[in-house]
């Protein structure tokens, strides 16, 4: 069997509410069943948000090595800069 470590948590009342809710609806059969679920949830975006900035990594580290090689005639870095902002700015608005 599983051993589980017993932890204390502090939540504003509205979120307290919603996991009483979920318990309450039969969605859940206890709040630990609803913050483990949550808590999953959030270490598979995390994980794709690691994965996400590595492969980000890896297209700078390409187009550096391209820009070296002088395979690249043009390099705009406030461009890049730009775009990178309007891209985080659209996933904020769409998480």
Do not use: C, H
């Given at each position: 069997m599983?051993?589980?470590?017993?932890?204390?948590?502090?939540?504003?009342?509205?979120?307290?509410?919603?996991?009483?809710?979920?318990?309450?609806?039969?969605?859940?059969?206890?709040?630990?069943?609803?913050?483990?679920?949550?808590?999953?949830?959030?270490?598979?975006?995390?994980?794709?948000?690691?994965?996400?900035?590595?492969?980000?990594?890896?297209?700078?580290?390409?187009?550096?090595?391209?820009?070296?090689?002088?395979?690249l005639?043009?390099?705009?870095?406030?461009?890049?800069?730009?775009?990178?902002?309007?891209?985080?700015?659209?996933?904020?608005?769409?998480?």
């Amino acid at each position: 069997m599983t051993e589980l470590e017993r932890l204390t948590i502090t939540l504003t009342p509205e979120l307290a509410e919603t996991i009483k809710g979920a318990v309450a609806e039969g969605d859940y059969a206890s709040a630990s069943e609803v913050i483990r679920e949550a808590l999953r949830e959030w270490n598979v975006r995390r994980e794709l948000r690691q994965e996400e900035l590595a492969a980000l990594k890896a297209d700078i580290d390409q187009a550096l090595n391209e820009v070296v090689a002088g395979r690249l005639s043009e390099f705009n870095a406030d461009r890049i800069v730009e775009r990178a902002r309007k891209l985080a700015a659209a996933r904020k608005r769409s998480s």
